[in-house]
Each structure stands twice: as C-alpha cells, then as structure tokens.
C-alpha cells in the first residue's frame, strides 16, 4: 500500500488501496477536515478480506491532494452564511466522481463518513446509477430540522485555536475527541495521537478545515431528494453522538426507501476500534446484497 495521486476535477487527489482492483470496488469518503487515514487499515483489511477493492482518499483541502488558494472565511461569515463559500459539497462530490472517472470505477459501493455523508448523499442524487450501494456513518439530510450539534459543543470546536507544532496538534485532537468521541467505548488515546502526529507531518492547513465547513454551512436540504432513489443503503449512527444528532441519521433512513438504520449505544461521532468488525460486517453485508452474493 502507498500513497498515489491523480488529476480530478481540475485538481490532484491522493489516495490509496487495498485489495485486488478486479474485485468490486468500495470508495471511502472521510469527514471535515480529517484525512484518510482517519478509515483505519485494519477497517479497510477487513473489507478487502471480504473481496473487495477498498480505495480511501483525501478530500480537497486536506492531506496530500490540492489545497486550495482562497482565503479562508471569517469563523461568522461561516455561521451566518453571509458569503458565497469557496466551494460547495457539489464540488466536493465532483472530485469525489472525477476520481472514479479517473481509477476507471464505473460504479462503486460507497461509503461516506459525517461531511463524507453529505458527499455521497449527493454523488447518489446527481449519478444514482454509479452507486452499487451507499453506506452514511453518523451524517444527516442538510434539513436544519435535525442532525443538529449541542450549542455549546459547537461553539467550542469552532473556536480560534492556534497550533504551533506537532505535540500541540496531537493535544488538540486529544481534547476534541475526550468531547465528541464515543463515551460508551475505550478511550483509544495512543491511536489518537498516532493519527494526530501523522496528520500533521502530512499536512495541516487551519484554512483548509474552515473552507469546508464553509461548504458544510451553505449545504441544501436534500430530504425530497434522497426520497426518489432506489439505491440500497445502510445508516450507521452513534445514539450518543454530541456533533450530529442521531436524528440526522434517523431522516436520513427514513428518507431512503431501501435503508437499514443501525444505531449504537454509546457510539458518539468517531470510529470506535471495538466496533470495526461490525461496521465491516454491516457495511460488508450491504455490499454482498448489493452484488448478489
């Protein structure tokens, strides 16, 4: 496994693989500001290990792919919307299909986790017949009406840190998932900072993680939307999640006419290790109903 790059959509992403490419593709689709090393390997084995070709990647702005040049957004243009953002989730999702077009994935299963969600939901909306099935990890429609974060959680992780070097990147991941991080579930800290520091020794950009939330902020609802499609999914949320409320995941099964939900105790808005297996099974198994298996 190694990191590769290539041209979608007017830019470079980097990306990886496991498996064989002649088995039937997944393609992982990370969240705000978190690069793709944040799906674990053991995660992306397992998936491999069930026969299929696994492709994870960094989204614009993060990670090894092109990192845009705009200024960042003020943290209240943001909030209020009151300006046109830099780019938009749709343009989020056409890197995401011009990385197909580019790996010559005609079709794929995918999978996409929080903002990743919001990605998939609208590659499934504009390009339905490319989507073999659509997993959504603790995500939510774009409806103001659910999803939404507790007040005061959201006010603190949007507020102006300054991180000077590695260690201080690695404490400032620690702090965010003691907040957002599953409580029901082991504190996996030395797997944090591991993430952290490799984070950043492969890039940090603060304005990069404002200009997706940017995206994020100026999202549509896509509810009716998500209605039309006859694809087969999968809604996976923690029912103790503080940043997207299981509500969002909820709307977004019973929006989608062929969804399982899955919810899990404890689970807040990260990847808890001890839950890996079943997210490969769950996810595994949509995928062999999906391909006939």
Same mark, same amino acid.
């Given at each position: 496994?190694?990191?590769?790059? @290539? ?33 674990? $390997? ?11 070709? =696994? ?21 209240? $243009?943001?909030? =209020? ?9 749709? $343009?989020?999702?056409?890197? @995401?299909?011009?990385?197909? /077009? ?5 079709? =794929?299963?995918?999978? %996409? ?22 997993? !959504?990890?603790?995500?939510?429609? %774009? ?13 603190? #992780? ?42 950043? $020794? ?5 304005? %990069?993680? =404002? ?9 549509? /609802?896509? @509810?009716?939307? !998500? ?13 103790? /999640? ?7 995941? #909820? ?30 099974? &769950?996810?595994?198994?949509?995928? /062999?109903?999906? &391909? %006939?298996?």
């Amino acid at each position: 496994m190694s990191v590769q790059k @290539t041209k979608a959509n007017g830019i470079e992403i980097a990306y990886e693989t496991f498996g064989a490419p002649s088995d039937p593709p997944i393609l992982l689709v990370m969240g705000l500001g978190t690069q793709m090393i944040a799906w674990p $390997d053991e995660f992306c084995d397992g998936l491999a290990q069930r026969g299929y070709f =696994v492709v994870r990647f960094d989204n614009r702005d993060v990670g090894l792919s092109t990192h845009m040049k705009d200024r960042a957004p003020s943290m209240v $243009d943001v909030m =209020v919307r009151r300006k046109q953002p830099p780019y938009t989730i749709h $343009d989020l999702a056409a890197d @995401t299909v011009g990385l197909m /077009d580019a790996l010559n994935l005609d079709s =794929v299963h995918l999978v %996409g986790a929080s903002m990743g969600g919001f990605i998939a939901q609208t590659i499934a909306i504009s390009h339905p017949k490319r989507i073999r099935s659509l997993t !959504l990890i603790m995500t939510s429609t %774009g409806s103001r009406r659910v999803g939404n974060p507790k007040p005061a959680l959201f006010s603190r #992780l949007t507020k102006r840190r300054v991180v000077a070097d590695r260690a201080s990147a690695q404490a400032m991941t620690l702090e965010t998932f003691r907040i957002i991080g599953s409580k029901g579930y082991a504190f996996d800290e030395q797997y944090l900072l591991e993430m952290a520091g490799e984070s950043y $020794d492969r890039a940090h950009d603060p304005g %990069g993680y =404002v200009r997706q939330l940017a995206a994020i902020a100026a999202q549509p /609802d896509r @509810t009716d939307q !998500l209605r039309r499609l006859r694809i087969p999914a999968l809604v996976i949320h923690g029912l103790h /999640d503080p940043l997207v409320a299981f509500s969002g995941g #909820l709307a977004a099964a019973r929006s989608l006419r062929n969804a399982k939900f899955v919810g899990y105790a404890g689970m807040g808005h990260d990847l808890p290790r001890a839950l890996w297996p079943d997210f490969v099974q &769950e996810i595994g198994s949509l995928a /062999d109903r999906a &391909e %006939g298996r």
